[in-house]
């Protein structure tokens, strides 16, 4: 028994000096998850319920106040949207002229969340897309408002996020209001700004744009917004707190958002 | 034989059940609180029939909780091999006790559990503040009814 013990903890240690050092078990963990992925359906199971139970159980002016509500919505974007294309028009030309050929739009896919882990280890949660939608490693993921986080896992028929705000994740990122370049970093709830010296031009309530540098993230999309500058003049830099435009504790639905180079090749299925 | 192993089903079953509720989200407050499902339920087989289920049990339902909870392969068994083996050497006496001293005995052996799981870990790169203690009361609160409802259980799909 004893033999046992030391050989199931010999092949424990083996395992997670592999796995973290060398990282040499991506495909075996991948299949793992695979093999458990019905797990977090199960797991799910209760809030998809009662999410049903929401949508189903409604009286009919309700969803006759929710039809005329999401008719103005629907309108109101559309007005916007006509000056939209105005304006990609002319963002095209203008980028022709100056010979770069990045395109605003990819592929994309909406995902639905199947489990949140914001518990023990880090902020993540998992995705109902696999590899068999062509879902990949560091693939970027926003929800409506803003970015939400990147593709740290991959099985066959789900994903595993981290979010923005984990303490392991950053993100360049860009002012909105004077392109200053930072790196937004998660604590855990916000994300700090790193390395900004004091005399640097942010305020409270600076829109932060993903900046495209990395090649992880698509530039423009919103990222954060800033709700603390403290100076001090003893400290050289700023520490600066900016709050995730992204729900990211109410999301429901997010969107894969495949790069460039995929684009190309994709386009037929972007809608 | 195969009399001498039925019910392998209905083993198998629980610990998923055991892996489904450690999964079921829970708010951001309580989360210390979560007991270790699959610990107390592996520990219930071994003190019932520790003849069938032992290291091996625990060492696959520990990768597999890796996955799940998405530590480094190895940290969940690790953890889990040095408490069941622990339950091993004392399931002789832990059978006899009464359910309190019983519920006192599984607290004690879960709290090794989760000293182990959170140095190790912090020890692979992942960012776990404080030890969750709560957990260790609630899994010594548990203790008798999984012993109860599972035995019951048990006996009536004559699992052996």
Redesign the interface.
Known sequence: MLVQLLIALLASSALMVLDYRYSYLNSLRSAFSTLVSPVYYLANMPSEVANWADNNIVSRGQLLEKNQELKDQLMILKAQNQRLIGLESDNARLRALLGSGRKLRGKRLIAELIDVNTSNYAREIMLNKGSSDGVYLGQAVVDSDGVMGQVVNVASYSSRIILINDPKHAIPVKNNRNGIRAIARGNGLNLNLMYLPVTIDIRQGDLLLSSGLGEKFPEGFPVAKVVSVTRENDQPYLEVIAEPTANISTANHVLLLWNQTTQTQDQSDEQ | MSNNSSGSWFIVLTL?VA???T????P?GW?AW?PSWVMLVLSFWVISIPERI???W??IC???LD?????????H??SL??SI?II?ILYKRIRLFPHWKQALSIAAISCIYIVINFW??RM?????QYI?WSAIIVNGILWPWVYIILGSLSGYFKVK
Do not use: E, H, Y
């Open positions: 998923l892996m489904i509720i999964l079921l989200p829970l951001d989360q979560r032992g290291l091996l625990a060492f520990g990768l597999l996955v799940l909870l998405n530590t480094s392969l190895g940290v068994s690790f091999a040095i083996f091993q190790l870990v692979t790169g992942k960012s776990q969750p």
